[in-house]
């Protein structure tokens, strides 16, 4: 359960070979590169920030510009569904760039700038005015569709001006004081017919002498919304515009077309290979980018670095091959600020991963402590199981998390949140089979199971001086089921009733304990490595405490005997090392936070039995209604289903995020001590 182990190294070698080695390096990636300029070497030696050569910072500027040129090509040139690309080529395409020293790589990008990047802008320009005309002609359709019937009532007179424009139905009246005004206005040289032309909008064309025109629309356009075309048809008749409306609206969806197909095919021909010079471009630019966070002296480059264990002799092997012993790869002794600086590289099997996303809420751990994975990933599904434990509801959520999944099949994130519902939910389903819950108690209202007298008895649940076992019987009967035998013994299932409430508390903080002795498990581990004996003892203590106290309740409440020496030993004895370890202040604030944090996992229970709760009601409101037949049934169906829609999205997301409240607050307390640094490898896109 430890982090990978991580190596320090130092390359060291002439300033002739820099570039190169630099380049093998990001080829590589392996190395977690260490800012030289940041840090002062203990060994005395004195180090210079590199520093790139003129030409390099020339190129710099040269591929900040291609490379801003080929990601608008890329922007314009983007892949539609229907669009097939053999991305093995791009790969290819890479390798062929990557082979390239700086001034040849500028000289493919320069070259493929050249040849799309005006051809795929004009493209892209055309395409967008075509869009704008389109739209707005759809938008003159509309109001010249409104109009037309009132144009073919106008006669086109040579001298008269025509004139459209449309009213709200509720000023529809103001059409006499327009008429009034413009008669005015003109001499009386006008026409003006109106008509509705649906219950919002009533349209009217007004038809006067040209030489009125500016006072004409000078009124119009502070009374009314005047209908104003383009400035290509404001002095056709509308039999002409609407022509032309109709016309290209029909022509430029198909030049719209043309456009895209032609755009498409550059895709297919340039997209992989414009994908792979901005990916070379960039990963030149990161080389260049990371020179200052290199040392150098007058002779030599030295480069210092994190990469885990495993690859250091692979490293040590590349550069060997290519440059011999002119560079050489030194592994570092590890000083105690070198492993606070350390980079964390957490790896689990296959099975654990998907846990690792609830360790990005919060800071990495520290480089040489326990990686809390494969604990969560065995108390996260346990403790959400525990508190769903319905075999309907289980099946629901990882069905869904299992479509989700395919769905986001390329997203890492939302692959390992459904991953860990499905984890989550098979738990759910196991002791959905202990509680018998299948959708609450409806296999009970459908007698499909009937409890089973267990042929032992499991400390807690029942036994002959309980009460809760004439309890619980009571609700069995009141079901419809006589279980001979039952008083003074268990049965299966478990159910997890208001009645039969007590034993699953003890479960739950049972969970609790079982889960913070783990976690200071862990904190004693850590503390080992660290040589912290005191701190070592306070977790001991801490332990002893918890467990004397379980051993207490567990003598007294669950098997109902006296005799608690053995839990009161193992309390006192904690106590004192817990004081002895931290002190009286840290000491009670320990004993009680660890208690607190005990007394928080009877959470579990009251969230489960809140959702078998629910669930029930569901049950008994669907039977309700279905008691009166017919429409009844439909209505209780609906009606219940409804119902566990809502109980199976609370069951799926309010049990998440206790446990993890539960796992980062509660167990993660005891152990975990965040600050570490993610590692990140220096390497190239591909």
């Not at 009124?219 to 409306?245: A, C, G, Q, W, Y």
């Not at 989700?404 to 984890?423: E, L, W």
């Not at 409804?642 to 799926?652: E, F, K, M, S």
Request: glycine share 8%; net charge negative.
């Amino acid at each position: 359960m430890s982090l990978e182990t991580m190596a320090k190294i130092e390359i060291i070698g002439p300033k002739k070979h820099f570039y190169n080695v630099v380049s093998l390096l990001h080829q590589i990636g392996y190395l977690h590169i260490e800012d030289l300029s940041k840090k002062k070497r203990q060994d005395g030696v004195t180090i210079q920030k590199m520093a790139a050569d003129p030409e390099t910072e020339a190129a710099k500027e040269q591929l900040e510009d291609l490379l801003r040129r080929i990601n608008g090509i890329l922007e314009t040139l983007r892949p539609s569904g229907g669009t097939k690309l053999d991305k093995s080529k791009a790969k290819d395409y890479y390798s062929n760039l990557w082979e390239k020293d700086v001034d040849g790589l500028k000289a493919e990008a320069e070259e493929l700038v050249h040849s799309l990047e005006e051809k795929t802008r004009e493209m892209a320009n055309k395409k967008s005015n075509m869009e704008l005309d389109l739209t707005s002609l759809s938008r003159y359709r509309q109001i010249m569709e409104k109009v037309e019937p009132l144009a073919k009532q106008i006669i086109d007179v040579e001298g008269f001006e025509t004139v459209a424009f449309l009213l709200e139905q509720k000023y529809k009246d103001s059409i006499d004081i327009i008429k009034e005004e413009i008669g005015r206005i003109t001499d009386e040289q006008f026409e003006l017919v109106s008509e509705d032309v649906d219950e919002n909008t009533t349209a009217a064309i007004v038809v006067f002498a040209k030489r009125y025109s500016g006072p004409v629309h000078a009124f119009l356009t502070d009374n009314v919304n005047e209908v104003r075309l383009p400035s290509e048809l404001k002095d056709k008749s509308f039999e002409k515009v609407m022509e032309h409306i109709y016309k290209q609206s029909a022509d430029l969806p198909k030049e719209i077309k043309k456009v895209e197909t032609n755009l498409q095919k550059l895709t297919s021909e340039w997209y992989l290979k414009l994908k792979a010079v901005s990916s070379a471009v960039s990963d030149r630019l990161e080389e260049i980018s990371h020179i200052p966070e290199f040392g150098a002296t007058d002779y030599t480059f030295i480069i210092e670095g994190w990469l885990p264990l495993n690859k250091l002799d692979s490293l040590k092997k590349e550069i060997m091959g290519k440059f011999g012993e002119r560079v050489v790869v030194n592994q570092r002794e590890l000083s105690h600020e070198d492993i606070e600086e350390a980079p964390v590289v957490i790896k689990n099997p296959k099975i654990f991963q998907p846990f690792e996303m609830i360790l990005r809420v919060v800071q990495p751990p520290r480089y040489g402590t326990i990686d809390p994975t494969p604990m969560i990933a065995i108390f996260f599904p346990l403790l959400f199981g525990f508190i769903v434990g319905d075999m309907g509801y289980a099946i629901v959520i990882f069905l869904v998390a299992t479509l989700m999944k395919r769905k986001f099949s390329g997203n890492v994130i939302a692959g390992s949140i459904c991953s860990i519902f499905q984890i989550g939910a098979s738990a759910a389903f196991i002791f959905g089979l202990l509680y018998g819950e299948f959708f609450g108690n409806l296999l009970f209202y459908f007698k499909l199971i009937k409890p089973v007298v267990l042929p032992f008895d499991i400390p807690g649940f029942v036994h002959p001086n309980s009460v809760h076992a004439s309890e619980y019987l009571e609700h069995l009967e009141h079901l419809g089921y006589h279980v001979e035998g039952f008083f003074g013994h268990t049965t299966l299932p478990l159910g997890r009733e208001t009645q039969y409430l007590t034993p699953f508390l003890f479960i739950s903080l049972g969970f609790g304990a079982l889960h913070l002795t783990v976690g200071l498990i862990a904190g004693m581990i850590n503390a080992f490595r660290e040589k912290a004996k005191k701190h070592m003892l306070e977790k001991f203590g801490l332990i002893l405490v918890l467990l004397g106290i379980v051993a207490i309740a567990v003598v007294k409440y669950v098997v109902g005997g006296t005799n608690t020496t053995l839990g009161m030993t193992a309390l006192l004895v904690g106590v004192v090392l817990v004081f002895y370890a931290s002190g009286p202040l840290n000491a009670l604030e320990h004993i009680f936070g660890t208690l607190s944090n005990f007394f928080s996992y009877m959470r579990l229970i009251a969230l489960g039995v809140a959702g078998v709760i629910m669930g029930n009601v569901a049950n008994q409101l669907g039977a309700k209604f279905a008691e009166g037949g017919g429409e009844g049934i439909i209505i209780g169906i609906i009606l219940a289903s409804l119902l566990h829609i809502i109980n199976i999205v609370v069951a799926a997301f309010s049990p998440t995020i206790h446990t993890i409240r539960l796992n980062i607050i509660e167990f993660f307390n005891r152990f975990y001590e965040p600050g570490g640094k993610d590692y990140k490898p220096f390497k190239v896109r591909r």
